[in-house]
């Protein structure tokens, strides 16, 4: 089985940062595109990022200029980096690998006062 292990949820005040991590067995690491969805409680699963083997990035519209994905190869790790968060930005973010083909369990982010 392949597991991808999520790290770095958590509750954070508007305007604050965090940032979270996923790591993937290497060979799973080296040869997918890496991803990070969200799901809020009532809503569906969303794209929020992805990021090529060679390191080409995109965004949801509302993420962007606020968030950062980026892969350390060294460490099979995915990284999102959350700036100027909002409340609408909590949810449960979920790491990714492939098409999605592969899945982590989740972590919770909840952006409050």
């Known amino acids: 089985q392949v597991q991808l292990v999520e790290s770095g949820g958590g509750l954070v005040q508007p305007g604050g940062s965090l940032r979270l991590s996923c790591v993937a067995p290497g060979s799973i690491f080296s040869s997918n595109a890496m991803a990070w969805y969200r799901q809020a409680p009532g809503n569906e699963r969303e794209l929020v990022a992805r990021?090529?083997?060679?390191?080409?990035?995109n965004y949801a519209d509302s993420v962007k200029g606020r968030f950062t994905i980026s892969r350390d190869h060294a460490k099979n790790t995915v990284y999102l980096q959350m700036t100027s968060l909002k409340p609408e930005d909590t949810a449960v973010y979920y790491c990714?690998?492939?098409?999605?083909?592969?899945w982590g369990q989740g972590t919770q982010v909840t952006v409050s006062s």
């Open positions: 990021i090529t083997r060679g390191g080409t990035t």
């Open positions: 990714s690998a492939g098409y999605p083909r592969y």
